[in-house]
Nanobody, 124 residues
Framework: QVQLVESGGGLVQAGGSLRLSCVAS????????MGWFRQAPGKEREFVAA????????YYADSVKGRFTISRDNAKNTVYLQMNSLKPEDTAVYSC?????????????????WGQGTQVTVSS
C-alpha cells in the first residue's frame, strides 16, 4: 500500500501561483511514477501532469503546458506541482496518484493509488 497526502491548495487570484505537494508513505516511493489529476464540479477527472520514477521524464496536458511544472524529490518521498499564471478554469480538486508501472500515463485507471485531493480556487 502507498498512502498519498496532498497539501498546498488554496484561494489565489488569476495570474497567481501555488505549489502543491504530495507526500507518500508505505512502499518505496522511487518505484512509482507519479501523476497529478484534477476534477472540477460537474466535470470528469482530467489529467494534468506525470513524472517517471527517476524524475527525468515528464508529460503535461496541453492546457497546462508552459504554466505548470511537475517535479519530485525521492529523498523526501514527495512530488510537487508548481502552478504559475493560474486561470479561473484551473479551479478544481487536485489529486496525486502513484503508478507502479511508471508509464507517464494520462489514464486514471493506470494508477494504483490516489490521494484525497486538495482544493485549488482561482478567482477572476
Amino acid at each position: 500500500q502507498v498512502q498519498l497526502v496532498e497539501s498546498g491548495g488554496g484561494l489565489v487570484q488569476a495570474g497567481g501561483s501555488l505549489r502543491l505537494s504530495c507526500v507518500a508513505s508505505g512502499r518505496t516511493f522511487s518505484n512509482y511514477g507519479m501523476g497529478w489529476f484534477r476534477q472540477a464540479p460537474g466535470k470528469e477527472r482530467e489529467f494534468v501532469a506525470a513524472i517517471n520514477w527517476r524524475g527525468i521524464s515528464t508529460y503535461y496536458a496541453d492546457s497546462v503546458k508552459g504554466r505548470f511544472t511537475i517535479s519530485r524529490d525521492n529523498a523526501k518521498n514527495t512530488v510537487y506541482l508548481q502552478m504559475n499564471s493560474l486561470k479561473p478554469e484551473d479551479t478544481a480538486v487536485y489529486s496525486c496518484a502513484a503508478d507502479y508501472g511508471s508509464r507517464l500515463s494520462r489514464e486514471p485507471e493506470e494508477y494504483d493509488y490516489w490521494g484525497q485531493g486538495t482544493q485549488v480556487t482561482v478567482s477572476s
